[in-house]
């Protein structure tokens, strides 16, 4: 069996991201070894995934074969070489995935939102060695998520890494799950030891965007990429619609483009040294603009009180986002950026309007 490498040092060294590949579900012996065969001839996957167990949004909706499959896991592991992992999410799995030598465990994300649910999985793995990879819970909290990690670790658990897949968003979305990166890029910060991989296939929940999120994340300096592959997509008895062929995903991991986390030399150090210097002083500058702009709110705020007039002034409103808008347009600068920052600046210089009004 190929060997399961994965530690950050190891993959910074060779510059090669670990790939997670196969179908969201086991559905047939069949479909799982065809799918697994055609994987490991791209010689692009390090690790197969198959869902056996699968917690599905609404009833009545394909949920997994059950153990059976965890056999035809271990059939796709003698046929491919390839290490093999499932998700678990209760007590009988984890029995029947460490019983069935599962080589990797990973907590889905309808899992890991639940302290019940991950206090009794710890207890279940405690004084086992199994290898664990956590997916990010549902909702947007990096503390839910590190609880989850940090309930596994307290019981001796071997957690490999995690796996970022995106945070539900109600309404309308680019993403079927917004991938809302600055959760794990500060996870990668209070935990450099962890390896990091991200799954495009269940942030973008459809196969158009797989490249770029994949792109996106090393960029972002992600460690692995899982992504979902299945013989026949359209057919798929789950997530049929993110789905990709094996040739697909060929082409997708063929075309990533891997960086370095330093520049090769000297002089492109200093380079990067000198753009960052930049930054810094740009950032500098901002804030203090930002400051300048706060004061003038507060004059504004006391006008407003001694006139007894309302903080907000919606036709004043629609006018600067109008105008900054056209200006964003001649400066280059994405107008869905500009608008979120507006917003957030008009937040706070209510905010601040409001404590004073009302002192
Ligand atoms: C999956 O990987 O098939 C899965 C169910 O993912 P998530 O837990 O991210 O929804
Ligand atoms: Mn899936």
Redesign the pocket.
Known sequence: MKEIKLQRDYLKKYNKPFVISGP??AETEEQLLETAIALAKTAKVDML?A?IW??RTRPGTFEGVGKEGLKWMISAREETGLPVTV?VANTTHIEHALKAEIDVL?I?????VNPFSMQEIANALKGTNAKVLV??P?NPSLSLWLGAIERLENVGVNVLGI?H??FTEFGDKVYR?NPMWQIPIELMMKRPDLVMIN?P??ICGNRTMLHEVAQKAMDLNFDGI?L?VHRDPDNAW??AMQQITPQRFDEIISALHIRKEKGENQQAAEELHDYRRKIDELDKELLSILSKRMDVVRDIAQYKKSHNTTVLQKARWEKIISRTLELSNKLELNPDFVKIILKAIHDESIDIQEKILNR
């Open positions: 969201c579900s995934r869902g699968k917690p998700e990973w889905g994300a309808k899992t890991s997916k990010n549902i796996i897949r995106g799950n799954d296939s269940h899982m979902e789950s997530d």
